[in-house]
């Protein structure tokens, strides 16, 4: 899938699984995002390993078969991580190690990695080793081999006490230490949200590396940081933006993924109440994905997780720049949604949408005015509902063209 090589980057190897819920496509496609991840991670994917299974081996997640091609691989090319698709227990991690001798990290471990070397502020580094330390929990007893009993005595852990256990109630005071420190942040923040008056509040949401920063500087014109990598954005970004004379507050978000670890929805869940006080939200699409359908459930199921699934929604279809259809030949296959060229999309659940679909590319401010409308018509109704007496202030989009 990428194509750039470098001699930094730590070479990988990606395992995935191919089940009745799980089929040889959408493995694929997995497998596609974990390596997209593991580029962004700082790695390398030099192969990838697939296995049939009615479901994953309790202890080693692939058959032993397939466990031994791994290790043969790993040990002839100086491979040092194994990376799975999907969240491996305590256990079948220690199993792993043991057969495979390498660094082995899963689809969750590798998203925690990814977001602790992109927080940059404390709220956002407190929150990942939040969800750091909830995963760590139940995996320590595989991190220590030197389990023998302490000594007690003055200034000892305690009679009896293994590292183990020790380690453990560290780890557990840490988690308590660090919800603490978030409950304080969640009310700064939110007197800080309560300082910004009655202003309309609009969210970008979507899944993640599909244009949301790119939307924001365009329609902010401010320097949010953008890059084609996932998870560029991690804070939230809250901007004044005008449209017209209409003012409004847009936040762009921490973008979502399938599979997301649950520590990581659990411990973000307060970044989100960016989110959950909104008053309106722009579900931004990378229309030119193959899998954007999925991408789309992926995102209504976290917005129902923080109970935001019901509010007012725009549906931004972006890089419409980049979308090209599969090419059909009918002789070989029925045609399916991957053939349809864009004007096809529009005629499907897309145009029952009606005018809260949006076809617009970002980075070449295409159909942004159509945009902008849009935006102002849905700021507009909202801020006049909540002050009726505003209403000559704010004419009609196409007016204020006029004047």
């Not at 296995?51 to 997640?61: I, V």
């Not at 954005?233 to 017209?244: N, S």
Request: charged fraction near 30%; glycine fraction near 6%; charge should be negative.
């Amino acid at each position: 899938m990428l194509e750039k090589k470098d001699i930094n980057l730590e070479k990988a190897v990606l395992i995935g699984i191919v089940t009745k819920e799980q089929d040889e496509t959408k493995s694929k496609e997995y497998l596609d995002e974990l390596e997209f991840l593991t580029y962004t991670a700082g790695g390398e994917v030099v192969k990838r390993f697939t296995q049939k299974m009615e479901m994953p081996n309790p202890k080693t997640f692939i058959g032993t078969g397939k466990m031994e091609d791994v290790r043969e691989f790993i040990e002839e090319n100086d491979i040092g991580t194994a990376i799975f698709d999907d969240e491996l227990s305590a256990a079948q991690e220690r199993n792993i190690s043991k057969i495979l001798n390498c660094k082995v990290l899963d689809r969750t471990n590798l998203i925690l990695d990814i977001f602790a070397q992109r927080a940059q502020t404390s709220y956002a580094r407190t929150q990942v080793e939040l969800a750091q330390c909830e995963y760590l929990l139940p995996r320590l007893r595989g991190m220590w081999t030197h389990l023998e009993r302490q000594k007690g005595g003055i200034g000892m852990r305690g009679p009896g006490e293994t590292e183990i256990e020790t380690d453990r109630r560290i780890v557990r005071d840490k988690i308590s230490l660090l919800k603490e420190r978030i409950k304080t942040i969640d009310k700064q923040m939110s007197v800080q949200r309560g300082n910004r008056g009655a202003m309309v509040r609009v969210a970008l949401v979507g899944y993640t590396n599909v244009g949301k920063s790119t939307l924001m500087n365009v329609i902010s014109k401010s320097e949010v940081f953008a890059e084609n990598k996932l998870f560029a954005t991690l804070d939230t970004t809250v901007r004044k933006v005008v449209i017209q004379n209409l003012p409004f507050l847009l936040s762009d978000t921490v973008g979502f993924i399938r599979k997301l670890p649950t520590q990581l929805v659990e411990s973000f869940k307060s970044t989100l109440d960016e989110v959950r006080e909104a008053d309106l939200l722009l579900h931004v699409v990378d229309i030119s994905h193959p899998n954007f359908e999925e991408h789309i459930e992926s995102v209504n199921k976290i917005l129902g997780e923080i109970e935001s699934v019901n509010k007012p929604t725009i549906m931004v279809f972006n890089k419409i720049d980049a979308y090209k259809p599969e090419p059909f030949d009918g002789d070989d296959f029925e045609r399916t949604k991957k053939n349809y060229s864009l004007e096809e999309w529009k005629k499907t659940w897309m145009g029952k949408i009606g005018e809260n679909a949006l076809f617009i590319s970002a980075v070449n401010k295409e159909n942004l005015e159509d945009f902008k409308k849009r935006v102002y018509d849905e700021v507009r109704r909202i801020h006049i509902t909540r002050f009726p007496y505003n209403n000559f202030l704010y004419p009609d989009y196409d007016d204020t063209l006029e004047s």
